[in-house]
């Protein structure tokens, strides 16, 4: 079996880091609209402003989160054929990163939002610690403690 050369590498690591991104930008295009449409529904006038600036937080990660996922295509776009596809996985994946960062925050917050509209306080507090708590195990908690696997 012939060897990968570095440039057939790179352009594999760079497709998988774009399926990965589809994958992401689907969940952070539906939070999105749904941040962007609720300030538009009759039930939103009743909110706190407690709520309002959970909202606010929500709404301004996912778009963060928009931007950071959607960057490696328009760095694609502006290195297209100059031999920079290093750069461009290298910069992709922390791209990627933050924007996973960000999906997190606005997750997080839009659960919060919902919780605390709908129960007490300290019912909301629990439920949204429970989800954050599942989503860093599931994201950063087992990643890690798969990648140190077979090391040593």
Do not use: C
Request: aromatic share 10%; net charge positive; no cysteine.
């Amino acid at each position: 079996m012939a060897r990968e050369t570095e440039k057939e590498r790179l352009e594999r690591n760079f497709a998988e880091e774009l399926r990965e991104l589809r994958v992401a930008q689907t969940g952070v295009q539906i939070l999105f609209a749904f941040l962007l449409t609720l300030p538009f529904t009759a039930a939103f006038s009743r909110t706190t402003p407690f709520q309002r600036d959970i909202y606010l937080i929500s709404l301004l990660s996912a778009a963060t989160a928009t931007a950071l996922i959607i960057a490696p295509v328009a760095f694609h776009s502006a290195v297209f054929r100059q031999e920079r596809k290093s750069e461009l996985v290298q910069d992709a994946h922390w791209l990627f990163i933050g924007g996973l960062g960000s999906l997190l925050i606005a997750t997080i917050g839009a659960v919060l939002l919902i919780t605390d509209f709908l129960l007490s306080r300290g019912i909301a507090s629990l439920l949204t610690g429970v989800t954050a708590l599942v989503f860093l195990l599931l994201w950063v908690g087992l990643p890690f403690a798969r990648r140190r696997w077979g090391t040593g």
